[in-house]
């Protein structure tokens, strides 16, 4: 895929590429004097969460491209990041006009694609963009990148540069070496034996629509797939973003879809049964989210999960046990964490591979492709434990540190070996949900923690490169996520717990908090606290009643990712909400509009008590150890609401890795 640039247009270049999915544009474009505005970055994006599509709008506070908009434009970037649903996004900004003209990757990468197979598959009317990998994407990242215009042409290839004229000379020279340049049907796949058995063996329309998806899926990827049967399924698709979603699910039960092995839902948009009580206002929208639900329980999934964190509900999936397994922080938790195997699967692909049964083996599902190419190396920050609490929050920012980190690379963190015994499951919640917010990989290994780098020796010594996790990587981390730290005024109007869902043990802990309190300490009737969990949690947990009583309010079926509107968040758009999740900060400010603030549990307590969160001392976090003075943690310039006398010894053993 060489570079070539024409000796009498010195400003315009060409770029080889391969065509991972071909759209379906107006077919004299090829003919036409149009050129697109080229959009460049060298850092990924999550199109969910990342681009409103509605608008175009990137609305990832912490992307380069903020506030950009991509329709229309040749938008560049190295690959997709973070959640899942980003394949719904993609569909809905087809749907909507708003999509990019062309995608411009630097990496095969299947999982942004699968909304656009989608949209070639339901909705045949639709414009759909061409998707297309080139090898020297370095060449897109000069200072006057996006200040070139581009062309995509009929082979996959891109001409691009500052002066429209030479570009447009060269892409009429290219067309004219090429036999002219009139757009053409690309040829039909050659299935190979398996792939027509898998056909051959569909008993349905929908199963047979679900084998051709899997099949062009497995092409972008490589040349000749091979597949493997899977044993468990998680749809995250089950999430409202828009019409088109909706449709895609209803045409698969129309055309007699049903799954072929035990299959739990991700949270949906909205609390299905007490939305309410919730005083959650029936729209079009939170209406169309139900009808969603119901049609994946059509389907065969489980009506019972409704959960973004499966891996707490009853029977997870087991060490090496291949699995399709949707929703990015319980993929990364699925393969890091349990040891199972699946590669983070988009909306659509997921409910798809779960009614054929098969996936493509490729990537993680691989034992070779499990093998880590960086390390990541922490051992040079000493990280403190004094307090249970304040040690907790190293895991959000140092997860979101660890995805930016490995850059698309599969990497083993080193440097925790020492702390086994006190990481509990829950901060590695905590920790594979960030990771999968900036991660490409769907799996991160955790030298001396996770099971299949217990004896990590052989596999760090094989790694291509080692990047070092310092103390300045997490404090800017954690800045960027706590997005108010420099500002004085500190009021928290929202406190948001549960992204992931809460775990038995979470509830377990943040009725410890409550319990710490002073006698009669009421929570603040001006600052909401709210819990999100699955249902199957929330009938296990005995100190759910508890929790309500204090004033918490606790949400089922749906996540924090999804309540994107009054009453679930503040209606002021300069609100605070403080949660604990990394995820959500990182998510958060783009999909809510309000403002972010990333703390521990115990001062989301204190918050909800006090209505502001005390300022934190660079001193007082886990990853400054140097600097600490723990002695005067617990003075007056914390509340007396505040919980820090809590024995360290009754706290570790609740924590303890089950």
Known sequence: MASTTTTNLPSAKHLKGRLLVPGTSNPEDDNDDRLYPLLVSNVSLSFWGGVDETTGIVIDATHPLHGQSVEGTILCMPSGRGSSTASQVLLELILNGKAPKALILRDRDGQIAVGALAAKSVFPEATVLDIIQVEQFDSLLHADANRSFGKVMADGSLVFGPEASEVKELAYQIG??????????????VWNEEEQAMMDNASTEAE?????????????????????????????????????????????????????????????????RYWDRLGIIPTESQQASIRLAKAYVALGCSERSFTCAPYLLEGPPKLNQQIVWGESNAVVFANSVLGARTEKYADYLDICCAIVGKVPALGVHLTEMRKPKVVLDASGVDFSTED??????????????CGTLSDGELPILVGLEHLAEVITRDHLKAFCAAYGTTGTSPLIHVAGITPEAIDAQKMIEACDRTVPVTCEALEN????????SQHRDESIQWVALGNPHMSVSECDDLLSLINSLPPSTAKNKDVEM???????????????QAILDFGVKIVQDTCWCMLLHPPMIPTDPNSRILTNSGKYA????GLTGRKFRLGTMAECVDAAVTGRLQRREPSKFPWMSQNRAFSTWNTAAHS???????????????????
Not at 388 to 399: C, E, K, Q, R, Y
Not at 586 to 589: A, I, L, T, V
């Open 477 to 484: 981390t954690y800045r960027l996520l706590d997005q108010e």
């Open 176 to 189: 004219q070496s090429n036999g002219g340049t009139s757009r053409q049907a690309p040829p039909p796949i």
């Open 208 to 272: 047979r629509r679900a084998v051709d998806c899997i099949i062009a899926y497995g092409r972008i990827l490589t040349d000749n797939p091979t597949y493997v049967d899977v044993e468990n399924a998680h749809i995250d698709g089950c999430t409202y973003i828009g019409p088109g979603g909706l449709r895609f699910a209803e045409r698969l039960v129309e055309d007699g879809g049903i799954v072929k092995m035990p299959t739990t839902l991700n949270a949906v948009s909205t609390d299905l």
């Open 586 to 589: 990182h998510y958060g400010p």
């Open 530 to 544: 709210i819990a999100c969990m699955s249902r199957v949690v929330f009938e296990q947990s005995t100190a759910v």
């Open 388 to 401: 249970p609490d304040t040690f907790a929050l190293l895991f959000p920012v140092l997860g979101h540190v």
């Open 640 to 658: 007396n609401h505040t919980r820090f006398n809590h024995k360290p010894l009754i706290r570790f053993a609740r924590y303890l890795f089950k």
